[in-house]
């Protein structure tokens, strides 16, 4: 079926290409939020994925699986396009002069979050990892995709995928443990890195 969809997304059939939203808007919104931390950016990432696959339609390949990779790849790039865009616009807005600041009601938002201090220690957990880490674990542990996928989505080899991968992990588990538990024995920080496994969507 995936093979079929493919040839009739390349040709510019329109039904297929709404099949195609139909199948993996999810996937690609699941995947953006989790790079970006911001549903209103997610929405706007997931629009864009599809607006750039449909340009791109002429160079998918004919033949080969799940269309699933192909999508999560544009996606990231869009990901990264709409985050350097948002960090030029932050710069300009930040350069026009104010009278007063608005109000931050982050900390608001934030506090309705049961868990907040576990919330605050993976954020922060993920704000150490590189920009090509959080990418390909969002790939691999949250979207589920299989190293040759991620790859296929990166437009990287198999074994960067890996190492990354092996980073990240590395990083996450130094930095997952609460602060009151630094200096003491360590656990099983494999298990706080679990805490972030979501079901494959």
Not at 57 to 64: A, I, N, S, T
Not at 103 to 126: C, N, P, S, W, Y
Not at 134 to 161: H, I, K, N, Q
Request: aromatic share 6%.
């Amino acid at each position: 079926m995936d093979t079929n969809l493919r040839r009739r997304v390349r040709a510019g059939d329109h039904d297929a290409f709404g099949e195609l939203f139909d199948a993996y808007a999810r996937s690609v919104y699941n995947h953006a939020f989790r790079l970006t931390g911001e549903w209103t950016v997610a929405e706007d990432v997931v629009s864009l994925t599809f607006l750039d696959a449909w340009r791109l339609r002429e160079r998918l390949d004919e033949v080969g699986g799940s269309l699933r990779p192909w999508l999560l790849g544009i996606a990231t790039n869009v990901t990264r396009n709409t985050r350097r865009a948002a960090r030029r616009h932050a710069a300009a807005v930040a350069r026009i002069p104010r009278e007063e600041a608005a109000g931050d009601f982050a900390d608001e938002v934030a506090g309705r979050i049961d868990d907040a201090t576990q919330l605050a220690l993976v954020r922060t957990a993920l704000g150490r990892l590189r920009r090509t880490e959080r990418e390909v674990l969002a790939l691999c542990v949250w979207s589920g995709l299989d190293y040759r996928a991620a790859a296929e989505a990166l437009g990287v080899p198999v074994g960067t995928v890996r190492s990354r991968l092996s980073r990240a992990r590395t990083k996450l588990a130094e930095h997952m443990e609460p602060p009151q538990a630094r200096g003491q024995m360590r656990g099983d920080r494999t298990t706080a890195v679990g805490a972030l496994r979501e079901g494959n969507s």
